[in-house]
């Protein structure tokens, strides 16, 4: 089964300070999009960050980077000097290169930042 | 440029009435999916229209239902509606698979109550 598990249902932390948000997934494939959105309270899910299976870097967007482990299908982000905006709902997600464009999502993980 | 429009934003309906949700893509976009999402499931895939032809299903009871015009716009329809059925109904706009760009782009949602 394709399943996406992100096992904190809630994290928080001190403003300025570092998190990292876990995630697990399951998948037979090899190739495939490794994804993390955030929704704020608006609900617009946002794209924070991708990562391509195929490559070995991490992708890293200014203040977010992730560290990919493939071999343990493993996918965490990590928020450096979090900010007050950056709260919100964090989910991972993946999708199937060159399959469909059906993206499996993990449950969330609610995201507090403390002043 | 417009990102993903949803209409309504918010709609509230009664047990055994049906409900139409309406999507319009970004401009130029072809693909086009949707999700429900719920605390205790999460974002689950609804199905995947592309060029007006659905490429993907969830697994979801035949009361939802979808289509996608020439203009690439896509509705949803629930029918039947059950209480269960209250939930944030995201749609996602793409560019095709076989593009180098990967990422959805969502909108800001239809929260659907149903009494």
């Known amino acids: 089964a394709q399943t996406v598990t992100q096992s904190q249902p809630e994290m928080s932390v001190q403003e300025a300070e570092t998190v990292t948000l876990s995630c697990t997934y399951d998948t037979s494939e090899s190739d495939y999009y490794l994804f993390w959105y955030k929704q704020p309270p608006s609900r617009q899910m946002i794209l924070v960050i991708r990562?391509?299976?195929?490559?070995?870097q991490n992708a890293t967007e200014n203040r977010f980077s992730v560290n990919f482990q493939k071999a343990a299908k493993s996918f965490s982000l990590k928020i450096s000097d979090s900010q007050l905006g950056d709260a919100a709902m964090y989910f991972c997600a993946y999708r199937i290169m060159n399959r469909d464009d059906k993206i499996i999502f993990g449950k969330g993980t609610r995201l507090h930042i403390l002043p | 440029k417009a990102g993903v429009t949803q209409t309504p934003r918010y709609l509230i309906k009664t047990r055994g009435q049906q409900v139409t949700l309406s999507c319009s893509p970004i401009s130029g976009h072809r693909s086009v999916s949707w999700y429900q999402q719920t605390p205790g499931q999460g974002l689950q895939f609804l199905f995947e229209y592309f060029s007006e032809t659905q490429r993907n299903k969830g697994n979801f009871p035949g009361r939802f239902s979808g289509r996608q015009f020439s203009n690439s716009r896509s509705e949803m329809n629930v029918s039947t509606l059950e209480l269960g059925d209250s939930a944030l109904y995201l749609c996602?706009?793409?560019?095709?698979?076989?593009?180098?760009?990967?990422?959805?782009?969502f909108g800001q949602g239809t929260r659907l109550t149903v009494v």
């Open positions: 996602a706009s793409s560019l095709p698979r076989d593009s180098l760009n990967t990422e959805a782009f």
């Open positions: 990562q391509e299976a195929y490559k070995q």
